[in-house]
């Protein structure tokens, strides 16, 4: 008897709430987007590629894109975005602490708002640093903890309490740049952002964007 396997990520309520968010987000986001991944080229990893929002965005001389994503509703729209997108996309189920690819696959890797989600951190870097060649480029596109005092205390009381519980597993007090220098990466470009730049900011409103590089060979750092 073939029995069907448990997904590594089931948020299926989120799942819905996410597809219909980011469609609707694109407008603003779409440019983060397309800076996140200009000059990309040859083999590239994106980690829980979600609906698959990116996939429009990949310049063209990207030779194929392997799309990792969990959670299988999300999978089946990123298929759909595949099928759309001008560069080849691979959509493969799997979880960022277990990237069923080979080691140093990769030019280059792609995370885009989901280290947040992750169950763990460090194995989910550890597994982004194998799967990338020695001088290969990791691509981040993240939100963590920001504000003064109060709000991170607060950000700090949600990931114990309700927030990853109502959005699907995020987390808002993580440190994405600090734990990507951690893994081993030389951090190259870090850019902050804060959404909406107007009025009352959300525990989620702290964005970091930028680009960092697994050490090549023969570096004692690597
Ligand atoms: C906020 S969505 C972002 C989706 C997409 N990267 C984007 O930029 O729109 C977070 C994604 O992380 C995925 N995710 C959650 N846990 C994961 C894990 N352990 N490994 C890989 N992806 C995971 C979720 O299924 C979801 O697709």
Known sequence: MVRATKDAVHHPLFARFYAR????????????????????????IEIGAGNGM??????????????????RSLRQLALESALRAEV??????????????????????????????VRDVRRSLSEVRRVLRP??????????????????TAQRALDRT?????FGGCH???????????????????????????????PSSYYVTGRARRPELGDLRG
């Open 88 to 117: 080849p996309v691979d959509v493969v189920p799997g979880a960022a602490e277990a990237l069923p690819v080979k080691s140093e696959a990769f030019d280059a890797a792609v995370l885009s708002l989901v280290l947040c989600s």
């Open 172 to 202: 808002v007090a993580r440190d994405p740049v600090g734990e990507i220098r951690a893994a081993g990466f030389d951090i190259e470009t870090v850019k902050e952002l804060v959404t909406p730049t107007k009025g009352p900011r959300l």
């Open 135 to 152: 001088g290969g480029e990791l691509r981040f596109f993240e939100h963590g903890r920001g504000g003064g005092r109060a709000m991170r």
């Open 162 to 166: 309700v927030w990853p519980l109502l």
């Open 54 to 71: 990116n996939f429009s965005h990949f310049p063209r001389t990207v030779s194929e894109v392997v799309a990792i994503e969990p959670e």
């Open 21 to 44: 968010l980011s469609v609707s987000a694109e407008p603003k986001v779409g440019p983060l987007r397309d800076e996140l991944l200009a000059g990309l080229s040859g083999r590239v």
